[in-house]
């Protein structure tokens, strides 16, 4: 397997990625630290003195579990919702997303690296390195590996809820399309390939 750099700089992202100040009204939605929410308002911490933005889990009912974000952004986990335009970036770039290097040791430090990270690429990282491990295993008769299969439950849950929530689909609808349009960059991609290969072989 390849090796992926963690992360490079690009539309992926999103605003504020590296921290800033966003400005958000009540209602809108965002993601704090990979968990979709909803800005139920405004209200200075106790704590510290900041003034922070009020938030909700996006499918609480009763908004017993709120989140106090700082305006300031300084951590940069604050960011926008992914949209529409991004989203058919991601399932472009997808094919291209490196796998992580195949070490049995250190995976679930890889692994948990990634999480930490905003990118909707890392998360696709992981999909793509622990789908593709337990395949080699299951060719070779093995038995799947239990923390690649905690990994790829968990980057598909927060892949899926972000992409269902901006694509106004449910989970199960949002990984079918997602999975199939990648599949049919997939397609052309090989095609194309394959076509560049015999103009080269015919010149």
């Known amino acids: 397997m390849k090796t992926t750099t963690y992360c490079s700089p690009c539309v992926l992202c999103y605003n504020a990625g590296n921290g800033g100040e966003l400005v958000y009204k009540v209602n809108d939605v965002v993601v704090y630290r990979r968990d979709v929410c909803r800005v139920t308002g405004k209200k200075k911490s106790d704590f510290t003195g900041e003034m922070c933005y009020v938030l909700v889990p996006y499918n609480s009912t009763d908004n017993s579990v709120t989140m106090q974000v700082p305006v300031s952004n300084k951590a940069g986990h604050l960011r926008d919702l992914v949209s529409r335009d991004q989203i058919d970036e991601l399932i472009q770039n997808a094919p291209g997303i490196e796998t992580l290097e195949s070490k049995p040791a250190n995976m679930k430090s890889q692994y948990a690296t990634l999480m930490k990270g905003d990118s909707l690429e890392d998360l696709i990282c992981i999909i793509k390195t622990s789908y593709l491990r337990n395949d080699e295993r299951m060719k070779n008769h093995k038995k799947l ?45 090989a095609k194309a390939k394959t076509k560049s290969k015999a103009r080269a072989k015919a010149s």
């Open 145 to 189: 590996a239990s923390i690649d299969a905690e990994y790829l439950d968990k980057a598909e849950k927060l892949l899926y809820s972000e992409l269902s929530v901006a694509l106004d689909m449910t989970y199960d609808e949002s990984k079918e399309f997602f999975e199939k349009e990648v599949a049919l960059v997939e397609k052309r991609n």
